[in-house]
C-alpha cells in the first residue's frame, strides 16, 4: 500500500470522526418542535444536540440542501414532497413523531352554529394546509367539496356548496392568530396556535381527527445523512416512549404523539 493511500485512509477517517463526534444541527419551529428537541437535549446525555429555531424568514428546506444544517423537523409529509417539487431536491424522512391538530377558532362567535352568512374565515395560504383547511370544514358540514379524501389536495375552487356563503381568506400561516380580530374564524395550525397562547384542546371550536391523520410532523434529513449514527439516535428518542409521554403530559392533547 502506497504512503499516497495510506495518507488518504487517514483522512478519511478522521473526516468520518470528526462527522460523528460533531454536534447534529437540527432546524425546527419553536413551539413544539424545539421543545421537544430541547427535552430530548436534557434526557439523552449521549447526543450532541444544537436546536436552530426557525423564524419566518428561514426556509427549513433550504437549509438542509445547502448543508447549513443536518435536519429539520417542523413539518408533515405532504409539504414536504410539495417542498422537493419546488426545490428540485430529494429529502428522507427518518422518524414520525406527532400530529398538530388544525384547528377552528374565533374571537367573534362561541359556536359554529352561531356562524352567521357571509362570515370571513382566514385559511392558511400554502397548498396542504390550506387543503387541510378546507376538509376541516367539510368535516364540520359548513362546506362541500368534490373529494372526501383527505390526501388528495384541493382548492377554494374545489368547493361545490358554500350554503352560508362564507367567503375564504387565504393568509400566510404565521400570521392566522393575528387574523382572528377581524375573520368571524380562522384555521391555525397547531404550532402558531400554541405560540399565540391558544390551547387547542380547550380553545378551538374543531379540531381535525388524530385518526388515519396524513399530516404527522416528521423528522427530515438528507439521503445521504439518513444512515448517520446521529440522526439514527435521534429518531429513535423522538419515537421513543419517553418522548410520547413527554408530549402528553407537556401539551395536553394538543399535540399528539404517533407512538404512544
Known amino acids: ?12 477517517s478522521a473526516v468520518s470522526t470528526y462527522a460523528s463526534a460533531a454536534a447534529l444541527r437540527v432546524a425546527a419551529d419553536a413551539v413544539p418542535h424545539s421543545e421537544i428537541l430541547n427535552h430530548i437535549k436534557e434526557t439523552d446525555k449521549h447526543l450532541d444536540l444544537k436546536v436552530i429555531e426557525l423564524n419566518g424568514n428561514l426556509n ?3 437549509l438542509l440542501a445547502r448543508g447549513d444544517v443536518d435536519a429539520n ?28 391538530p388544525l384547528g377552528i377558532y374565533s ?3 362561541k359556536s359554529l352554529k352561531d356562524l352567521p352568512d357571509g362570515a370571513q374565515v382566514a385559511v392558511p395560504n400554502n ?3 390550506l387543503s387541510r383547511a378546507l376538509y376541516l370544514l367539510q368535516a ?17 375552487a374545489d368547493i361545490s356548496a358554500n350554503p352560508q356563503h362564507l367567503k375564504i381568506i387565504e393568509v400566510d400561516a404565521a400570521q392566522l392568530p393575528r387574523a382572528l380580530d377581524d375573520a368571524q374564524l380562522a384555521i391555525i395550525n397547531g404550532n402558531y396556535a400554541l405560540q399565540a397562547g391558544l390551547t387547542p384542546s380547550k380553545d378551538a371550536l374543531a379540531l381535525e381527527q388524530a385518526k388515519d ?10 439521503p445521504k445523512l439518513a444512515h448517520d449514527p446521529r440522526i439514527i439516535e435521534l429518531a429513535k428518542d423522538l419515537e421513543s416512549k419517553q418522548t410520547a409521554e413527554f408530549i402528553n403530559q407537556h401539551y395536553k392533547g394538543s399535540v399528539i404523539p404517533v407512538h404512544q
Open 73 to 100: 423537523y417542523f413539518q408533515h409529509v405532504p409539504y414536504l414532497r410539495d417542498q422537493e417539487k419546488a426545490l428540485g431536491e430529494k429529502f428522507a424522512v427518518v422518524a414520525t413523531v406527532h400530529i398538530e
Open 213 to 222: 391523520n396524513p399530516y404527522a410532523n416528521v423528522l427530515v434529513t438528507t
Open 140 to 156: 364540520n358540514g359548513l362546506i362541500k367539496l368534490k373529494s372526501s379524501s383527505a390526501t388528495t389536495l384541493v382548492t377554494v
Open 107 to 109: 374571537h367573534k362567535v
Open 127 to 129: 397548498v396542504t394546509n
Open 1 to 12: 500500500m502506497t504512503k499516497k493511500v495510506i495518507a488518504t485512509l487517514v483522512l478519511l
Open 60 to 62: 427549513a428546506n433550504e
